[in-house]
């Protein structure tokens, strides 16, 4: 593998030269005289703005973004509730004694604390006068880009959904639900940047793990650098030039021109990239092995040229491989066999936790193997005779799974199920870096067929990718 730690050390570099430039350019003094003019919210209205919206980015009041920006508040648009301090006063009684000893009673007035609710609003909810920016959406395409998504969602800590995200916010990370959100429909580049800033922070910034409230927020600015500085070197290595957005938007997260998180995360930076990037290569590697030594099922063992069918499953002309070539005996042959696939993932619930996204080692540390006890069948459907594993999965990871599918991408400690009317099904578990064989699984599921009704009424749509499959179960 190539020398990384050498070149995130000159990555950091060209990095902090970057974001110097920013701190020079009009553009940061035009920054810097909108941000000043947004109200400074408390911790605790941090928390409200971004549970009721969590991609707001900039909030004002009705009359703030009226007055003061120039934009007018969206009609129909909720408002963001948060609470504003309002003081009051009250008379209190007491009694004194003079120097004589005698008593009279005065009243004292004192001034009191109460919050009442008030409604903000997100830039995005607004329309008008366009507010000065220090980041440009990245716009360029990626190399091999499907190849480089299935990549990194192999490697991330949690599973990763693309969907619609309400305000300007690229993505996030929640690890109360372990999963990764980006937006969909950006660019190529810029989602490659956006998956790897949200990656980083699944892997370094687990809030649940932190002793107070108060370090989530002084360490904020901290996570953010980190996580972008992360961004900015690993897309570089996958051929991803982000600096017009990545030295902007750590500047605005910067406490001061000399980088004060930037310098004391230096060590952080540098090895996360270095550990991200190694990752990266590990299942590029791994996949190029899979695909070319994946053993067949049983029905191909007897092939003449079975290694021509490999790409991680079966390929169903090989059913009839002894046959003489061009035989309409072996056109026949092929066209009465169908070939069918059930997702499984583990059910919900904490009884699950120590399983989910657990790679197969893991999982035999903790004493175990897959059982069908835990998992719920998410999915079915029929396949083309070409279709291998890891069509189904790439298509239940990108943009193009079916619509009526409603479990999760596809991911670690996920099981494919795969037969056919001529052979007993394969049972294949998502691993870190691969699929691994699960035999008894397959009995399992062989086993539960038979016994759930209506198992035999299942109609299965073909296709050639397993994007229009049909079939949900166990919704």
Not at 87 to 92: A, N
Not at 406 to 433: F, K
């Amino acid at each position: 593998m190539e020398n990384t730690k050498d070149k995130t050390k000159h990555l950091v570099q060209k990095l902090e030269e970057g974001i110097k430039d920013v701190f020079t350019s009009e553009r940061w003094t035009q920054y810097l005289s909108t941000a000043a003019k947004f109200h400074k919210y408390s911790y605790g209205n941090i928390i409200l703005i971004s549970q009721q919206r969590p991609g707001a980015t900039a909030v004002a009041g009705f009359n703030t973004w009226k007055n003061t920006f120039g934009r007018t508040v969206n009609k129909g648009e909720k408002g963001i509730a948060i609470l504003a301090p309002v003081s009051y006063k009250y008379d209190v009684e007491r009694e004194v004694v003079d120097n004589e000893g005698n008593k009279t009673k005065e009243t004292a007035t004192h001034t009191g604390l109460t919050f009442r609710p008030v409604y903000v609003f997100d830039v995005s909810q607004t329309s008008g006068k366009e507010l000065p920016r220090l980041v440009d959406e990245l716009q360029a395409g990626v190399t091999d880009y499907g190849s480089v998504l299935i990549t990194l969602k192999a490697v991330a800590r949690f599973p990763v959904e693309f969907k619609d995200i309400a305000g300007s916010a690229k993505g996030y990370c929640s690890f109360a639900e372990e999963k990764i959100v980006v937006k969909r429909d950006m660019s190529e580049s810029q989602t490659v940047k956006t998956l790897l800033h949200e990656m980083a922070h699944a892997e370094l910034h687990d809030r649940k793990t932190r002793p107070t409230p108060e370090a989530n927020a002084l360490g904020r600015r901290t996570e953010e650098v980190e996580a972008e500085s992360i961004a900015y070197m690993v897309g570089s290595y996958l051929g991803i030039d982000s600096s017009e957005y990545t030295f902007g938007y750590i500047a605005a997260w910067s406490s001061g021109k000399d980088l004060p998180e930037l310098r004391a995360s230096l060590s952080t930076i540098q090895t996360h990239s270095h550990n991200i990037i190694e990752k990266i290569q590990q299942a590029r590697e791994a996949t190029k092995s899979r695909l070319g030594e994946m053993p067949l099922p049983n029905e191909t063992e007897r092939a003449e040229d079975a290694r021509e069918q490999v790409r991680g499953e079966v390929r169903q002309e090989s059913l009839s491989a002894g046959m003489a070539a061009g035989s309409s005996t072996k056109r026949d042959h092929v066209a009465s066999v169908e070939r069918t696939y059930t997702i499984y993932q583990l059910a919900p619930g904490e009884a699950n936790r120590s399983r989910r996204w657990a790679s197969m080692a893991s999982l035999k540390q903790q004493g175990e193997e897959p059982e069908m006890k835990n998992y719920r069948r998410a999915y079915s459907g029929t396949l083309e005779a070409t279709t291998t594993l890891d069509n189904i999965y790439e298509t239940f990871n990108l943009l193009n799974r079916p619509a009526d599918f409603t479990g999760h991408s596809l991911s670690v400690s996920d099981i494919v199920v795969l037969e056919s009317n001529h052979t007993a099904p394969s049972a294949h578990y998502i691993d870190d870096l691969g699929f691994v064989s699960c035999p008894s699984f397959a009995t399992a599921h062989e086993h539960q067929k038979y016994r759930t009704a209506g198992y035999h009424g299942h109609q299965h749509k073909k296709t050639s990718t397993a994007r229009d499959t049909k079939q949900n179960i166990d919704r």
